[in-house]
């Protein structure tokens, strides 16, 4: 037994020496770590290079606004939604919150805070929300400096960085760079970016200041940010996937408690103010449909992106900049785009796609732009799609700067070419011979065949006139537009062959509007830093003489009557009456199938051009909802004239100039009516037809005979019961409109989703 005692004896002595060794071991390797760490420390901060304020470039939300100011799209970064503000943008209830939150010695520690350390280890041994230990300064130089790896090196970088930012930066400086880069949640970062998306608050648009005014109107007021609120944000920093209300209110409001509580302590909040305080009501996450409301508007965005690059303001300065970029785009208009648009397309088949542009003549500026209803999708607004007819427009300018006048007599018979080349009218349309200003308004394809062939330079001058009228030398995959591989237009240009886009149309008819002077559309009138500085300004645009006012306006002058000749489609506004306009229609025919596939209206009033385009997703045969066939005088027109009609509602009503003598003719050429003819307007074709048939006793245009006041006996063709169509003989699918026996005259491109090939199957009358 004695035995035993003694073993056990040594044992403990043993035991005892050998904790006294380990002890005595860590003691002493202690005090070498700490001299290994100050080493270190010392070392990183000597070495380490603190950037200035302003030098630290983080990603933060870009706004796209109408010329109004108000938002049409953002350009947000990978990281979220962020936009910086100025220190003295930042509300001061929030300053403090955010020192009561995070760092409650901020004014007085050197970047970091040793009682913060403590602080936060006593409060894990209590359980208790103490505050963390990382400055405000520490978490700014993490977030935006060193990154957030656990390593001792990025430690003692991180701590070196924020003690020599705290000696070269000045308090407000960090506190700025702080609330401008630290995450909210929401997919906010910074302080800006949360009070939007908590409580739809923008502090941009007011200042501390102005808050503390009794006076502020409420419109303001509104952005002012309340104490409360400021807490609640301020405490979601620490944890915003748990500290958001929709998340959980209860540790939300644990959280903002301990905030307002820490206002109190740091003498921002009196004890009696802080008892009154109320849990603030935050915007339902789940209601956020920013992206789904952006709409059409996508497309201008792309516009707009690739509009920047051009004029010299790179990628990285839209994602860090937090631009204000402000457009051209005018809310009347484009809302009058998109809205008509939508209203005119109701019923129709769900295969039919419609796009729109609008130029003001006088800037170039796109005022309006509807690329389709997705704008995330396919941009048919800048596709390339035949045009028919709106292109024989450029053939006459052509002429005209030839000296060849409106009053030039051309027969409308089929013309005959080298190699079995036969080019005829729709349905047979024929005025005999007659001038240029006649058979522009009955869109006879034969008469400007012969005009184009009478041209010095035949189809490479229409080209020509149509490029430096604004249709685009290249766009997309085609590299040389209105031409073969070898360069050269075939003579189908003037009937509408080549793909051009809708922007280009619209840009080209805003020249003739301006009397001849070319403006390069824009979208980008001006550029702002999110601290004001301006980056671009555009410049008003005196614009490019390329015709004469002469031929502009003798072309404009043939193109007058063709909106009230393709079924009553003139401008008008309700309040000031008819307003002048010129326009022309146009339709490309889906290879040799009678059917169509693009259908246009391109018109203008001195102040607005708008091109007007009505397809399918695929180049298919186009169908109205009865199952007629759609040209452009039916569908595209109807909304070309609502839209302009809704984009200058109230306008003044403004005529175009007199036109000087071009070939000794100055404007349309008097050409007398038959003097005995009936009418057969038609809801879908290009032409009125006029028939040289003599009217029966009380017959009236319709067809019908009144035999007494309210009493007429039907004899017309039928109305919407016609044969085949929404009106009259024919209607939608009866024989007529741009293509209907030849708009081009040689192998076109289908265009499919508005591409680009040219291969065999959009002609009509080429062999």
Not at 549 to 557: F, G, K, P, R
Not at 570 to 581: E, F, N, V
Not at 714 to 727: E, H, I, V
Request: charge should be negative; proline fraction near 5%; glycine fraction near 14%.
């Amino acid at each position: 037994m004695a035995s035993d005692a003694g073993d056990k004896s040594d044992g403990r002595r043993t035991a005892a020496k050998a904790a006294a060794w380990i002890v005595g071991l860590v003691a002493g390797a202690v005090p070498v770590v700490a001299i290994i760490g100050v080493i270190a420390f010392v070392f990183t901060y000597v070495t380490v290079d603190v950037p200035a304020p302003g030098d630290i470039k983080q990603s933060q939300v870009a706004t796209i606004v109408n010329a109004n100011g108000g938002v049409i799209s953002k350009i947000v970064p990978d990281e979220g939604n962020r936009i910086d503000v100025k220190y003295d943008q930042i509300p001061a209830s929030m300053v403090a919150a955010v020192k009561a939150a995070e760092d409650r010695d901020f004014d007085s520690n050197a970047g970091f805070s040793l009682s913060g350390f403590s602080r936060a280890a006593l409060g894990k041994l209590k359980g208790s929300d103490a505050g963390g230990g990382s400055t405000i300064t520490q978490q700014y130089v993490k977030n935006a400096i060193v990154g957030d790896e656990v390593t001792y090196k990025r430690k003692f970088k991180e701590l070196a960085i924020a003690t020599k930012m705290s000696k070269k930066w000045a308090k407000e400086d960090i506190m700025a760079a702080y609330l401008n880069t630290i995450y909210f949640g929401r997919g906010a970062y910074g302080v800006a970016a949360a009070a939007k998306a908590y409580f739809n608050r923008d502090i941009t648009k007011v200042t501390p200041a102005e808050c503390a005014d009794p006076k502020l109107p409420r419109g303001k007021r509104a952005n002012c940010m309340t104490d409360s609120e400021s807490a609640l944000l301020a405490g979601i920093i620490r944890g915003p996937s748990i500290y958001d209300p929709a998340v959980d209110p209860e540790l939300a409001t644990n959280r903002w408690n301990y905030v307002l509580d820490g206002m109190v302590s740091i003498g921002f909040l009196t004890k009696a103010k802080r008892e009154t305080e109320k849990f603030p009501r935050v915007i339902d996450p789940t209601q956020d449909d920013s992206a789904a409301k952006e709409g059409p508007n996508g497309h201008i965005k792309q516009k707009v992106m690739a509009e920047l690059e051009k004029i010299g303001i790179s990628e990285q300065e839209v994602r860090t900049g937090g631009l204000k970029i402000t457009t051209s785009i005018r809310p009347k208009v484009q809302n009058a785009l998109i809205e008509q648009a939508r209203a005119k397309m109701s019923g129709e088949p769900k295969d039919l796609r419609t796009a729109s542009v609008s130029i003001d003549p006088a800037t170039g500026g796109v005022v309006g732009y509807f690329g389709g209803t997705d704008g995330n999708g396919w941009d048919y607004a800048s596709a390339g799609l035949q045009t028919g007819s709106v292109f024989k427009v450029f053939a006459l300018v052509a002429g005209l700067e030839q000296d060849i006048p409106l009053s030039q007599q051309y027969s409308s018979d089929p013309y005959q070419g080298p190699g079995g080349l036969t080019i005829n009218n729709s349905d047979g349309e024929s005025c005999g011979t007659c001038n240029l200003a006649t058979a522009l308004k009955m869109s006879l394809n034969t008469v400007y065949y012969r005009l184009m062939m009478d041209l010095n330079g035949g189809a490479q001058d229409v080209a020509d006139t149509a490029h430096k009228l604004g249709i685009a030398e290249s766009f997309g995959t085609i590299q040389h537009t209105l031409a073969e591989k070898n360069g050269k237009p075939e003579g189908g240009v003037v009937l509408g062959q080549y793909p051009s886009r809708v922007l280009d149309m619209a840009s080209a008819y805003a020249t003739l509007a301006a009397s001849g002077i070319y403006r390069e559309p824009y979208f980008v009138q001006k550029v702002e830093t999110s601290t004001g500085d301006v980056l671009f300004d555009r410049e008003k645009n005196k614009g490019e003489r390329v015709v004469s006012a002469a031929v502009a306006d003798n072309v404009t002058a043939a193109m007058e009557p063709i909106a009230a000749y393709s079924n009553g489609n003139s401008l008008y506004d309700s309040s000031l009456g008819a307003r002048p306009s010129a326009s022309k229609t146009g339709t490309a025919q889906l290879g040799d199938t009678g059917e169509n596939k693009d259908a246009w209206m391109v018109g203008y009033t001195p102040q607005l051009s708008t091109a007007v385009w009505v397809g399918t997703n695929d180049g298919t045969a186009l169908r109205n909802y009865s199952g007629g066939t759609i040209y452009g005088s039916g569908l595209p027109a109807q909304i070309w004239k609502a839209q302009m009609d809704a984009a200058l509602a109230g306008d003044p009503i403004e005529q175009f100039p007199d036109p000087e003598s071009v070939g000794g003719q100055a404007g349309v050429p008097y050409e007398p009516p038959p003097t005995s003819y009936t009418e057969t307007y038609t809801q879908d074709r290009e032409t009125t037809r006029r028939r040289n048939t003599p009217r029966l006793p009380g017959q009236g245009e319709d067809g019908d005979i009144t035999i007494a006041p309210g009493v007429t006996i039907p004899f017309g063709n039928g109305g919407d019961s016609g044969n085949g169509g929404d009106s009259g003989n024919g209607g939608n699918s009866g024989n007529g409109g741009d293509s209907g026996g030849g708009d081009t005259n040689s192998p076109g491109g289908g265009t499919g989703q508005g591409g680009n090939d040219t291969g065999p199957g959009a002609a009509d009358t080429e062999p």
